[in-house]
């Protein structure tokens, strides 16, 4: 008799560990979710509206974060199926594999730490080193050790995003202070944009 009261309270237990969880999982992909929806009214001063024939200079950040609203999206969808199937899985009996990957919340922290320090150094450095440091970081995270892979991509990503942003778009992007300016615009001269 008491083995039969102890199940459900195991059950119950086992399903509220299993919903904290949920939550801890739910906790980066919702703050991505709301960054994306709350951002975009952000993006110009209160009550100065811009209106021009084309897309504007807000259509790329709302874009992006719009992006990521709907990515956050899939991601809590995901993180949903992947928590509802494990605790199917907790309570039939028997060998059960989970399809769940491990997740690297380190990784994770130290990426969004990356992105904020990489918007914090781009008045101060400008976009061509900030950029080229920001992808060899990430690439370095990722798990890349080759210096003849890094290189080139971060090279190659910075000049191809300087070419898109200054040269296509003609977007006034931060070029530095002192002789990081200096250094942003001899990078710029010399891939043609100025």
């Keep these: 008799m008491d083995q039969a009261h102890d199940t459900p309270t195991a059950e119950r237990s086992s399903i509220r560990s299993s919903f904290a969880a949920l939550a801890l999982r739910l906790i980066m992909p919702v703050a991505c979710l709301a960054g994306g929806l709350v951002l975009p009214s952000m993006i110009l001063e209160a009550g100065r509206t811009v209106r021009a024939r084309g897309p504007g200079p807000t259509a790329w950040p709302e874009f992006m974060l719009t992006l990521i609203a709907a990515l956050s999206v899939i991601w809590i969808i995901r993180e949903m199926i992947t928590w509802r199937m494990s605790l199917r899985n907790e309570l039939v ?4 594999e989970t399809a769940e990957a491990d997740y690297d919340y380190r ?23 900030a950029t080229a440091v920001f992808i060899t970081a990430i690439c370095l995270l990722g798990g890349l050790r080759r210096a003849l892979v890094i290189v080139p991509v971060s090279v190659l990503g910075t000049a191809v995003l300087l070419w898109v942003f200054m040269g296509l ?20 001269r010399g891939l043609g944009i100025y």
């Design 169 to 188: 778009a003609l977007m006034p992007l931060d070029r530095g202070e002192g002789a990081f300016g200096r250094f942003s615009l001899a990078v710029l």
């Design 93 to 96: 009996p028997g060998p059960v």
């Design 107 to 129: 990784k994770a922290v130290i990426s969004m730490v990356l992105v904020v320090g990489y918007g914090w150094a781009l008045p101060l450095v400008g976009f061509a080193l």
